[in-house]
C-alpha cells in the first residue's frame, strides 16, 4: 500500500517538523516548499503521494490552483489544506476541488491526525477501486471471448459494439454455460460504466422477501429483523450495472417493481418515504425463452420489452464446435498454469472425443472436463480416459469413432439417416440440394468437417470448399 504523504509548507520549520512527525510514524514522507517542487513530487510517477497536506498560499502560487490544475490527472489522492489565513470563500472552493478538509492553523494534533488517517484511508480505497477496475478491464477485454467459428466472432463483435453505445438494458440469453456471465463483465468493464461498480444479484438464489430487501434495500424497522438500515443492489449500483442473473425466475410482483424503478430512475427503500434517484444499466441474464414465459404469463411483457432494448444470444458449444481449437489449448494452458502441470499435446483421439461430443454444459462443462484431465494428467500428453466418451466402449479409435458419430445421426435423426426432402417442383436447384446436404451433415458431425467428409465419401478440401461456397458457417 503506497503511504507517502507530500507536505507542501514554506514556512521551513514547520514543513520540517510535520516531514519529521509524519516519518515517526513510519508514513514515507516528502516536503515541497513552493508549488514548483511540489509540481516536480506529484507528477513523479514513483513517487504518486496519497495525501497532500498543502498551506493555501504559497511564494510562487497558490495551493488550491495546484490542486485545480492536478485534479484531472491525478485523481487517487487527497488533499487536506492547513492554512492560517484561510476565508470562507477559499474553503468553499477547496470543497467544491474535491479537498478531503480544510484546516486552520493553528491545528490541535489529534485533530489533524484523524483527518489523515480518514484521508489516506479513502485514499486507499479509491487505489483499489481504480486498481480493481484496470486489472478486470484487462481481464475481460472483449478478446476474452474465445473461439475463431464465424458466429463467436460475430458475438465478441456484438460485445465490442454494445461496450461503446450508453444502453440502458440489455438480455443475454444462451444455455447454461455458454458465457452469460463472462458476456456480462465484459460488457461492464469495457463500458463507460467501469470505474462504477458492477453489482450482481442472482435471482433464482433467494427467496421471494429477501430477494425484495436485498434489492431495494430498507430502512430499519422496516419489517421484523430490520434492525439497521441497508442500501440495496439497485442502489449500490448507482452509474455502474447491476447483473441480474436468471431473471426468469423473478417473481411477478417484483417484476413490477424493478419496472418501475427503470422508469423513473427513482427507487424507495421499503419503509422509506422518500424516493432516491437512481442511474444504473440492466443486464439480464436467462436461460429460458422469455418470449415464452411471456406468453405463458410468468413472465411480464411489459418489463421484457424495457428490458430488451438489445437482445444478444450465446450460442451453444455444439453450434460452435470448431472453437475447441481456440478453447482447448488456452483452457489448458490456464490449468497448467493453476496445477503446476506442462500439458502440451492433444492426441487425434482425444479431439475426436471432445469434437463428438454434445456439451450439454457448454464451455463450462468444457472446462470441467479439461481440469479434471489436467490435474489426472501425468505426462505432456492430455489423458484421454477423463474426456467424455459417449457411445464409446473401447475397439479401435476409428471404430470408437464411427460408433460415436452413429449415435450422433442416432440422436439427432432417430437412425443413421439424413431425414432431407427436396420439393420436385422446380423450386429448388441441384446447387441448394447439394448446399443443404452438406449443411445437414456438418450439423449432424457438431461442424466436424473430417467426419462430414468420410460420411459423404469426399475430402475434406471439397467440404470446405463448399462451405465457403454456399456460406455455411
Ligand atoms: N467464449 C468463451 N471463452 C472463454 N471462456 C468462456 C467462454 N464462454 C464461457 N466461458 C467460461 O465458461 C464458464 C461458464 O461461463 P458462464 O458462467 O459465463 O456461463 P453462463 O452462461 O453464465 O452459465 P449459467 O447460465 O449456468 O449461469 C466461465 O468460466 C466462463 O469464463
Ligand atoms: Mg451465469
Redesign the pocket.
Known amino acids: 500500500m503506497n503511504d507517502t504523504i507530500l507536505i507542501i509548507e514554506d514556512e521551513v520549520l514547520l514543513g520540517t517538523e510535520l516531514q519529521r512527525y509524519y516519518a515517526r510514524l513510519g508514513f514515507e514522507a516528502l516536503w515541497a516548499a513552493d508549488c514548483g517542487q511540489a509540481r516536480a513530487i506529484l507528477y513523479n510517477p514513483d513517487l504518486r503521494p496519497a495525501l497532500i497536506l498543502s498551506d493555501l498560499s504559497l511564494p510562487d502560487g497558490s495551493g488550491l490552483d495546484l490542486l485545480e490544475e492536478t485534479r484531472g490527472s491525478l485523481t487517487d489522492c487527497e488533499w487536506v489544506f492547513l492554512t492560517g489565513y484561510g476565508d470562507v470563500p477559499d474553503s468553499v472552493r477547496a470543497l467544491r476541488l474535491g479537498a478531503f478538509d480544510f484546516l486552520i492553523k493553528p491545528c490541535v494534533q489529534e485533530q489533524l491526525d484523524m483527518v489523515v488517517r480518514s484521508a489516506l484511508r479513502s485514499a486507499q480505497a479509491q487505489r483499489r477501486i481504480l486498481t480493481d477496475s484496470v486489472n478486470a478491464g484487462k481481464r475481460y477485454a472483449p478478446e ?4 475463431n467459428s464465424a458466429v ?1 466472432r460475430q ?2 463483435e456484438m460485445l465490442r459494439q454494445f461496450s461503446q453505445v450508453p444502453y440502458s438494458a440489455l438480455i ?1 440469453t ?12 465484459i460488457l461492464h468493464y469495457n463500458s463507460e460504466r467501469a470505474k462504477e461498480p458492477l453489482i450482481e444479484l ?1 435471482c433464482a438464489a433467494l427467496p421471494k422477501d429477501l430477494l425484495e430487501s436485498e434489492l431495494f434495500g430498507h430502512e430499519a424497522g422496516a419489517f421484523t429483523g430490520a434492525k439497521a438500515r441497508h442500501r440495496g443492489l439497485i442502489e449500490q449500483a448507482h452509474r455502474g450495472t447491476l447483473f441480474l ?2 431473471i426468469g425466475e423473478m417473481p411477478l410482483d417484483l417484476q413490477v417493481k424493478l419496472l418501475k424503478v427503470l422508469e423513473d430512475r427513482k427507487l424507495r427503500r421499503l419503509g422509506a418515504e422518500k424516493e432516491i434517484n437512481v442511474d444504473i444499466r440492466i443486464i439480464a ?3 429460458r425463452n422469455l418470449q415464452d414465459e411471456v406468453k405463458n404469463g410468468s413472465f411480464r411483457s411489459d418489463l421484457y420489452y424495457r428490458l430488451s432494448v438489445f437482445e444478444l444470444r ?1 450460442p451453444s ?1 455444439r453450434e460452435r464446435i470448431g ?1 475447441l481449437d ?2 482447448v489449448p ?2 489448458i494452458a490456464e490449468f497448467n498454469l493453476q496445477a503446476g502441470k506442462k500439458v502440451s499435446q492433444v492426441s487425434a483421439r482425444a479431439w475426436q472425443l471432445l469434437k463428438c461430443y454434445r456439451w450439454p ?4 462443462e ?2 470441467n472436463v479439461l481440469e479434471r484431465s489436467v490435474i489426472l494428467s501425468s505426462s505432456q500428453q492430455l489423458p484421454e480416459q477423463w474426456l467424455p466418451n459417449e457411445g464409446l466402449n473401447g475397439g479401435t479409435a476409428a471404430a470408437d469413432f464411427q460408433s460415436s458419430v452413429a449415435a450422433a445421426l442416432d440422436a439427432a435423426s432417430g437412425e443413421a439417416r439424413l431425414d432431407l426432402q427436396f420439393p420436385t417442383d422446380g423450386s429448388m436447384g441441384l446447387e441448394d440440394m447439394e448446399s443443404e446436404i452438406v449443411r445437414k451433415m456438418l450439423e449432424i458431425c457438431h461442424g466436424n468437417v473430417m467426419e462430414a467428409a468420410r460420411i459423404l465419401k469426399t475430402t475434406r478440401e471439397k467440404i470446405r470448399y463448399r462451405i465457403e461456397k454456399y456460406n455455411l458457417r
Open positions: 476474452t471471448f474465445l473461439g463467436t458475438t465478441a443475454l444462451g444455455e447454461t454455460g455458454t458465457g452469460k456471465g463472462l458476456a456480462a463483465r442472482n442473473d436468471e441474464a436467462t436461460n450465446l458449444l472453437d481456440d478453447l488456452a483452457l454444459g457448454n464451455v463450462r468444457l472446462r
